[in-house]
Structures are given as C-alpha cells and as structure tokens.
C-alpha cells in the first residue's frame, strides 16, 4: 500500500496481537497488500496514528532483516493519556492502522564495545541493537531493570539465550540498578545504549557525565521536564526559503506559527521526543527544550524541534 503524499502515512494491518508481560503487549503489522513494510535498522520507531489529533511513538523491536511485519511492544499506562490503553483494548487482529516512518533518533554504532542498559518497557529499541552487536562481533553487556521480572518483557529469553551478558534485574529483587559499578567496569571507550523511564536516563546522564571515555546515547520515550527558568517571550522568525517572516507569541509554540503562517512543515508527537519537526537553524540561538538533540548537537545550534523549542535571541532564521 503506498504512502498518503500528504502526511507520507501509509496503513498497515494488525496481523498479531500477543501477550509478553504484565500490561505488555506485542503487536505485528503487515501491508494488507503483501507487499515489504518500509525498511528500518536498530533504534528506530514508527508513529501509530490513533485519530486525528492522537498519534504516539513505539520502537521496532522486531528483526530488521524482516521485511513482511514490523513489531511494537507497548506498556499499558493507566495514567498516560490514552494511547496505549487504545492498543491493548481497541486494537484487534485484521484492523488498519495509520503509520509513519520509521525514523531513527537513536543509532546503533558497532565500533566500540557496548553496554546497554534497559529499564522496563525501555528494552524494546535495545534488542535490535543487541543482534545487531552479536552479528558484528561487538562485546556487550545488557543491564535490565523493570519494577518485577513479570513485568519485564523478553527477560526469560535474553537471559536464556546470553546468560553470560545479560543481568536481569527486577527492582522488588534487587533494589536499583548499580549503574555506578557498571560502568566503573567498562572499559575507556565504550558506548552505553540507555532507554527507560526518567528517572533513570537522568541517573545515567549523572553518572556518564563523570567518567571520562564513555559515549552515552539515550532514548526518550517522554518529554524532559520543563526548565524552572524557561521563559515562553516573544520572538521573530524569518522562514528564509519561502520568504516569510512571522512573529512567534508567548502563548503559542514555534510550530503552530509556522504553520499558522501557511508553511507546510512535517510534526507528530509536539512533545519533542520524536524528531519529525527537526528544522535548520541558519542564524539566532535556539531555546533548546526537546528531548532528542544530545547535549552537544544541541551546542552546535545548527538545527531544533520546532514543536517545543523556543529562541535565545530576538530573531531565528530557519531553512524553511
């Protein structure tokens, strides 16, 4: 089935619906065509579109080399705002959902020995990332937390299949992961590979941040928590390849004046997490607010996700 030209969302068919854990489902989707699902590598996701005004990002956990199905496990968050309850009670074998992507904001390097570290739901864009490291000879190690080990998806195979690299580690067996002793373990110029809830990618963050040689990439699946000091002022912004200059207000994001404007700019998740707004940045400094940039990408100033990000300067000039 092709593309819609407009959004570049195509559908795909529910083909598989299955249980990994507590509140953990799997979902495979197909083209109900037959034809091959677009081609993806390790760290990427899709977007599910759920309605109109309700799309949400889920990694591919399945095998990249597979082209007739891509798979998402999604965590059932009662406390969330409804896309995965809609998953794991709406969504039934043989129905058609919207999809964009794939995209990729957490890539996967096989030059260096790794250390992946997962926290609940957190492992699902870790395991391609683990294949493709055993199919590249990489050394690696997997940490695995979750708050049981009922709840942890794939933990009973990973461990099975790698009994010498993976730990698994469920909170109410163990208590927090030693992130610090982990790492002390690693060897100078490792990668480390991190995706889970906030509270850990920041402990992680912290203790990457003091030890000299490691390379950290981490993964969001929700937006960072908002500054104390950010300051929503007024600013302009000149859209230099359609020639057009817009003012941006207090109450309103970068985003929604552009688009305000008549310029067709791609978005989805408008919580900075998902990468599809990422724009060039040709002069003026960003406010950085989103949570794919790392801190050095956000240094260079050369690009920002318009949905969240804001301006240092009185004026921005963008590529658009």
């Not at 995965?84 to 039934?92: A, E, F, G, I, N």
């Not at 996967?108 to 055993?134: K, N, Q, Y």
């Not at 790492?183 to 402990?203: I, R, W």
Request: glycine share 10%; charged share 25%; net charge negative.
């Amino acid at each position: 089935m092709t593309a819609d030209p407009a959004t570049g969302n195509r559908k795909l068919q529910v083909i598989g619906k299955d249980v990994l854990a507590d509140g953990v489902v799997a979902v495979r989707l197909a083209d109900p065509d037959g034809n091959p699902v677009p081609a993806w590598d390790p760290g990427s996701h899709i977007d599910l579109v759920i309605d109109e005004s309700t799309v949400r990002q889920y990694s591919l956990c399945g095998d990249v080399e597979d082209r007739t199905c891509l798979t998402v496990a999604v965590l059932r968050e009662e406390n969330g705002r409804g896309g995965s309850r809609w998953v794991h009670d709406s969504l039934q074998m043989g129905d058609l959902v919207g999809i964009g992507g794939p995209r990729n904001n957490f890539r996967f390097d096989t030059t260096s020995d790794c250390l992946f570290v997962a926290g609940g739901i957190g492992i699902t864009p870790l395991l391609p990332m683990l294949r493709a490291a055993d199919a590249a000879g990489v050394n690696w190690r997997l940490l695995y937390g979750g708050r049981t080990r009922s709840s942890m998806a794939f933990a009973d195979g990973l461990a099975t299949g790698h009994p010498d690299r993976v730990e698994i580690r469920p909170q109410d067996e163990f208590g927090l992961l030693d992130l610090a002793g982990t790492l002390d373990a690693l060897p100078e110029g490792s990668s480390v590979y991190c995706c889970g809830p906030e509270p850990l990618l920041q402990a992680i963050e912290d203790a990457c941040r003091a030890r000299i040689g490691i390379t950290l990439h981490v993964e969001r699946f929700a937006a960072k928590e908002r500054s104390a000091d950010a300051v929503d002022g007024t600013f302009e912004v000149e859209l230099a390849r359609s020639g057009v200059g817009i003012t941006v207000g207090t109450d309103e994001s970068l985003l929604d004046a552009v688009l305000r404007s008549g310029v067709d700019v791609p978005f989805s998740c408008r919580e900075g997490t998902c990468g599809t707004c990422e724009v060039t940045v040709m002069h003026g400094e960003p406010d950085h607010r989103d949570s794919v940039l790392t801190e050095g990408e956000q240094a260079a100033n050369d690009c920002m996700m318009i949905c969240v990000s804001r301006s240092r300067t009185p004026k921005l000039v963008l590529e658009l």
